[in-house]
């Protein structure tokens, strides 16, 4: 979609906490948001990502502000054959911990728009076919963004098995982090060591660890289900597979500086 100034502010009504991942190109103007506890300014030419778990809010923009953007499912990008090479596209700012916006060469910013502004015309013709153009259009799009990603990230790049072994866990974290909180399950399920994953986990994330990531995704699901659902706090617990309630209400506490009830409160 098109985007402006009045709707970039109208996103933070959904707390900045989306199960999609958004690709945003500033076509004009400047915005100013809140990621992840960092104040990030996106400028015109701009490309910025955002991967699910991370909170966002809008803080400030130019009156002449514009983009066009693009959300998509979560759970549909992970199932696109596309996706274990684009991955590293969307996940790639949270890896580094580091700026989610890359400044796009001219012929990029051009093809990437375009294939945008194609998505949005087969969107509103609402043809039969409609939705098989736009996967393929999404593919492709992944696919252009993926190769605009690497020119600027070479400089990263890790031996091969080490990234098959990181975004096996990436693929795997959605699925299973609310039940598995321990490291051991996920190294299992890669066939390798608690030791070999935590390693390149380290080496990838420039030092997170596996446990930082499965508490990423804790936080995020926790604050969505004490916000967007009328869940008692003992149910979003065990929901979480939290041994008690005590147990869950530490942790938030400590990921969050408050309670879940003064959370949930708005305190």
């Given at each position: 979609m098109e985007t402006n100034a009045e709707w970039a502010f109208g996103?933070?009504?959904?707390?900045?906490?989306?199960?999609?991942?958004?690709?945003?190109?500033?076509?004009r103007g400047w915005l100013t948001i809140l990621y992840n506890n960092s104040e990030l300014?996106?400028?015109?030419?701009?490309?910025?990502?955002y991967s699910p778990g991370f909170e966002i809010?809008?803080?400030s923009?130019?009156?002449?502000?514009?983009?066009?953007?693009?959300?998509?499912?979560e759970h549909f990008t992970l199932s696109l054959p596309t996706v274990r090479d684009a991955?590293?596209?969307a996940y790639f700012s949270m890896v580094e911990l580091?700026?989610?916006?890359?400044?796009?060469?001219?012929?990029?910013?051009?093809?990437?728009?375009?294939?945008?502004?194609?998505?949005?015309?087969?969107?509103?013709?609402?043809?039969?076919?409609s939705n098989d153009s736009l996967r393929m259009l999404y593919n492709l799009f992944l696919t252009d963004l993926s190769t605009v990603q690497q020119h600027s990230i070479r400089e990263h790049r890790f031996p091969k098995r080490v990234e098959e072994i990181f975004l096996g866990f990436i693929g795997l974290l959605p699925q299973h982090?609310?039940?598995?909180?321990?490291?051991?399950?996920?190294?299992?399920?890669?066939?390798i060591t608690t030791t070999d994953?935590?390693?390149?986990?380290?080496?990838?994330?420039?030092?997170?660890?596996?446990?930082?990531?499965?508490?990423?995704?804790l936080l995020m699901e926790a604050t969505f289900l004490l916000r967007q659902t009328s869940l008692s706090i003992t149910q979003i617990s065990e929901q979480l597979h939290f041994a008690e309630v005590t147990t869950f209400a530490r942790f938030f506490n400590r990921m969050k500086g408050m309670t879940p009830k003064e959370f949930r409160k708005g305190k």
């Open positions: 996103a933070n009504q959904t707390h900045g906490f989306l199960s999609c991942y958004i690709y945003t190109i500033i076509t300014t996106l400028r015109e030419g701009d490309l910025y990502t809010t809008i803080l923009s130019s009156s002449d502000y514009s983009g066009i953007c693009l959300l998509a499912d991955i590293c596209t580091t700026s989610p916006i890359m400044p796009l060469k001219t012929d990029d910013f051009r093809r990437l728009r375009e294939l945008m502004q194609m998505m949005i015309h087969y969107q509103q013709m609402g043809l039969p076919l982090f609310a039940e598995h909180h321990d490291i051991g399950f996920y190294a299992s399920e890669l066939c994953l935590s390693r390149v986990v380290r080496q990838v994330s420039g030092g997170r660890t596996v446990v930082d990531y499965i508490n990423q995704m």
